[in-house]
């Protein structure tokens, strides 16, 4: 079965460089979620999207901005990197359910 | 607020059972959900409970609610080696349905 695909895997950028991380859902899954998770730490919600509309906003700073696609893929796009954004980005897909795919991870690297 | 606590370590002897605990604040939570990490690895969905349940038992796996406590615990019978990585447990909140995630219980397994 087709699973949640995220690009790319890794990532190393220097500060105040841009990134841009893909998600692609599982098919016909309407919801994107994207996840920061800092080393050691607990997955942290940072923003989501429905039917290509944000439905919710946590800490996502206002450098990051995303959106989904009329595919229901959704980038996340970082700019004026900073060495604590250096972390494991999740996107998790949903589709009425009451579960969240995630996807493998994209884990970036700001040297 | 919302806030998701879970003990940070657990050992155990390779075919024990495990218990790991977590509680929650927010009692507006329908579902809470339990998720397995391994080292570099992506966020894997073991089980979940809906909140008007108070067991689920899936295989190896069982889920206890208290939600008089808001108390979440994931029992794993007969651990294997192969169960070492880190649980975290997450409820789902608001109307976005995202998830607040637990700083997560590191479980080792000694052969």
């Known amino acids: 079965a087709a699973g949640v695909i995220q690009s790319p895997r890794h990532l190393i950028k220097e500060k105040r460089e841009t990134a841009t991380l893909k998600c692609y859902p599982i098919?016909?899954?309407?919801?994107v979620y994207w996840y920061q998770q800092g080393p050691g730490q607990d997955p942290q919600f940072l923003i989501s999207f429905y039917e290509k509309m944000q439905s919710d906003k946590g800490s996502i700073p206002d450098r990051f901005s995303a959106q989904q696609f009329s595919d229901y893929h959704s980038e996340l796009n970082m700019s004026s990197l900073e060495l604590g954004d250096s972390a494991l980005y999740f996107c998790?897909?949903?589709?009425?359910?009451?579960?969240?795919?995630f996807g493998p991870g994209t884990r970036l690297t700001v040297l | 607020g919302e806030d998701v606590e879970q003990s940070l370590f657990l050992s155990v002897r390779e075919g024990d059972s495990s218990v790991i605990n977590c509680t929650y604040t927010?009692?507006?939570?329908?579902?809470l959900y339990w998720y397995k990490q391994e080292p570099g690895a992506g966020l894997q969905l073991l089980t979940y409970?809906?909140?008007?349940?108070d067991m689920k038992q899936d295989q190896r796996l069982t889920v206890l609610l208290n939600k008089k406590d808001k108390h979440l615990s994931l029992r794993i019978a007969d651990t294997q080696t192969g169960d070492s990585a880190i649980y975290f447990c997450?409820?789902?909140?608001?109307?976005?349905?995202?998830?607040?995630f637990g700083s997560g219980t590191r479980l080792l397994v000694r052969p």
């Open positions: 409970i809906f909140s008007n349940m």
């Open positions: 998790a897909g949903a589709g009425g359910t009451n579960e969240q795919f």
């Open positions: 927010d009692s507006s939570s329908t579902y």
């Open positions: 997450a409820e789902r909140v608001g109307s976005s349905y995202k998830l607040i």
């Open positions: 098919p016909r899954h309407d919801t």
